[in-house]
Nanobody
Framework: QVQLVESGGGLVQAGDSLRLSCAAS????????MGWFRQAPGKEREFVAS????????SYANSVKGRFTISRDNAKNTVYLQTNSLKPEDTAVYYC????????????????????WGQGTQVTVSS
C-alpha cells in the first residue's frame, strides 16, 4: 500500500513557476515508477510526466516538454514536478501516481499502469 500526498499548487501568472511535490508513504517507494497527470475542467485526465524507479529515465507529454521537469528523491520518498513558463492552458488539478514495475528504467505514460493515486493539487495560471 502506498499513500501519496501532493502539495505546491497555487494561483500564479503566466510565465511563472511552481514546484509540485508528492510525498509517498511506505518503504517500497523506490520500487515504483512515478508519474504526474493533470485534469482540467471538462477534460479527461492526461499524462504529464513520468520517472523510472531509479530516477534515470524520464518521459514527458509534448505539451510540457522543455518546460516541466520531473525528479525524485528516493531517500525522502518524494517526487517533484518543476513547472516553468506556465501557461493558462496548464491550469488543472495535478495528480501524482505510482506504478509498480519490474524494470528499473521503465517509465509509464498510461493511466491504467498506475496503481496508487494522490488526491491532487490545484494549479491555476492566469493570463
Amino acid at each position: 500500500q502506498v499513500q501519496l500526498v501532493e502539495s505546491g499548487g497555487g494561483l500564479v501568472q503566466a510565465g511563472d513557476s511552481l514546484r509540485l511535490s508528492c510525498a509517498a508513504s511506505g518503504r517500497t517507494f523506490s520500487s515504483y515508477a512515478m508519474g504526474w497527470f493533470r485534469q482540467a475542467p471538462g477534460k479527461e485526465r492526461e499524462f504529464v510526466a513520468s520517472i523510472s524507479m531509479n530516477g534515470v529515465k524520464t518521459s514527458y507529454a509534448n505539451s510540457v516538454k522543455g518546460r516541466f521537469t520531473i525528479s525524485r528523491d528516493n531517500a525522502k520518498n518524494t517526487v517533484y514536478l518543476q513547472t516553468n513558463s506556465l501557461k493558462p492552458e496548464d491550469t488543472a488539478v495535478y495528480y501524482c501516481a505510482a506504478a509498480y514495475t519490474v524494470g528499473s528504467y521503465y517509465t509509464a505514460s498510461l493511466s491504467y499502469e498506475y496503481t496508487y493515486w494522490g488526491q491532487g493539487t490545484q494549479v491555476t495560471v492566469s493570463s
